[in-house]
């Protein structure tokens, strides 16, 4: 499953004046702050695609915002600065539920739209009645009879 969002920069920076710290705590993790604000020099964009990202994956998930907190989705970047996403309470749930194995995040933005992109990555598995697991990666099976396995169809 594919997520895709795109957010305009002068309106998470119109909230963000408007509401501020209750904004950036409720939407952002203090170390998605802690980027934003002491590592970047672009606040705002880098803001924005973060809330970009965020909608980007719930749309991936299926679920939208519907169960799901701002927080739940939390957007980390290894040690050359690619972004991951690492999901939390609700997210993590809807996650492991579905099978997902890894979610790929891209993010890009320019001086006044923030985009993001994020791609499933879903383990090739079914647990069996028993509770064990069951490969379905080497199995004959189609793409479209594997997902409707997992129920995605």
Not at 18 to 28: S, T
Not at 63 to 82: F, H, P
Not at 107 to 132: K, M, P
Request: hydrophobic content about 40%; charged content about 25%; aromatic content about 6%.
């Amino acid at each position: 499953m594919v997520g895709l969002d795109l957010v305009e920069i002068s309106r998470i920076q119109a909230v963000t004046e408007k509401y501020g710290i209750r904004f950036l705590q409720r939407v952002y993790t203090s170390q998605e702050l802690e980027y934003c604000f002491k590592e970047s020099k672009r606040i705002y964009p880098e803001l924005s695609a973060r809330f970009a990202a965020k909608e980007a994956v719930v749309k991936s998930l299926g679920t939208g915002m519907r169960g799901v907190t701002w927080k739940d989705v939390e957007v980390v970047r290894n040690a050359l600065g690619k972004p991951g996403i690492v999901l939390h309470e609700r997210a993590k749930g809807i996650a492991d539920q579905l099978g997902i194995k890894q979610i790929h995040i891209s993010l890009s933005h320019t001086e006044s739209v923030a985009a993001a992109v994020a791609l499933i990555e879903y383990n090739l598995y079914n647990i069996a009645e028993d509770g064990e697991l069951e490969s379905i990666e080497d199995d004959t099976e189609t793409d479209e009879t594997a997902l409707h396995i997992r129920g995605l169809q």
